[in-house]
T-cell receptor, first 112, second 117 residues
Framework: KAGVTQTPRYLIKTRGQQVTLSCSPI?????VSWYQQTPGQGLQFLFE???????NKGNFPGRFSGRQFSNSRSEMNVSTLELGDSALYLC???????????FGPGTRLTVT | AQTVTQSQPEMSVQEAETVTLSCTYD???????LFWYKQPPSRQMILVIR??????QNATENRFSVNFQKAAKSFSLKISDSQLGDAAMYFC??????????????FGTGTRLTVIP
């Protein structure tokens, strides 16, 4: 059974640009959560989607947004990139809301 | 808000020895889950072990076991017979069990474990 996949694995962007990251959950999983990992702030929750609906959102500015499609794949978008957005973005999927979360390998975003 | 504290930024252990990683948490909820995740240099976050707060019995997964002290809000991870492959960053995490609550994980700052051959 394939695990959680995230694309791209590495990304370099310039300040002010926008970026879209993609996450494909494990087959049969309907919940997708996103986390940001930085050396300074650690692991922080961004948002969670279940059945195409955003169930919960962390304390991030509106520049961070996401969505989930009918096949449970999810995308997150960051607009007007800032240097501080450089981070490892992790996606995690779960079969149902409340189940164990399985993480993908992450997307390393560097903003220059 | 729930907080998770890992007071040991770094730990080291000799191969084949036992090491214990500490974690404390703060919550006003009575039902919740606790987890230990491992993040090797490859960055993939891997679930090591989980504990339901309503269970008094400590969880065990092969060489990994926990010491869950609910009253003290303590959740330590013991790794027995340490192997080189155990070298990684270990994160303690909390999640609410409330059906109407958040499903997200609250993570500690991590403990970097080095295994010495």
């Amino acid at each position: 059974k394939a695990g959680v996949t995230q694309t791209p694995r590495y990304l370099i962007k310039t300040r002010g640009q926008q970026v879209t990251l993609s996450c494909s959950p494990i087959s049969g999983h309907r919940s997708v959560s996103w986390y940001q990992q930085t050396p300074g702030q650690g692991l922080q929750f961004l948002f969670e989607y279940f059945s195409e609906t955003q169930r919960n959102k962390g304390n991030f500015p509106g520049r961070f947004s996401g969505r989930q499609f009918s096949n449970s794949r999810s995308e997150m978008n960051v607009s007007t990139l800032e240097l501080g957005d450089s981070a490892l973005y992790l996606c995690a999927s779960a079969r149902r809301w409340g189940d164990e979360q399985y993480f993908g390998p992450g997307t390393r975003l560097t903003v220059t | 808000a729930q907080t998770v504290t890992q007071s040991q930024p770094e730990m080291s252990v000799q191969e084949a020895e036992t090491v214990t990683l500490s974690c404390t948490y703060d919550t006003s909820e009575s039902d919740y889950y606790l987890f230990w995740y491992k993040q090797p240099p490859s960055r993939q976050m891997i679930l090591v072990i989980r504990q339901e707060a309503y269970k008094q019995q400590n969880a065990t997964e092969n060489r990994f076991s926990v010491n869950f002290q609910k009253a003290a809000k303590s959740f330590s991870l013991k790794i027995s017979d340490s192997q080189l492959g155990d070298a990684a960053m270990y994160f303690c995490a909390y999640r609410s069990q409330l059906q109407t609550g958040a499903n997200n994980l609250f993570f500690g700052t991590g403990t970097r474990l080095t295994v010495i051959p």
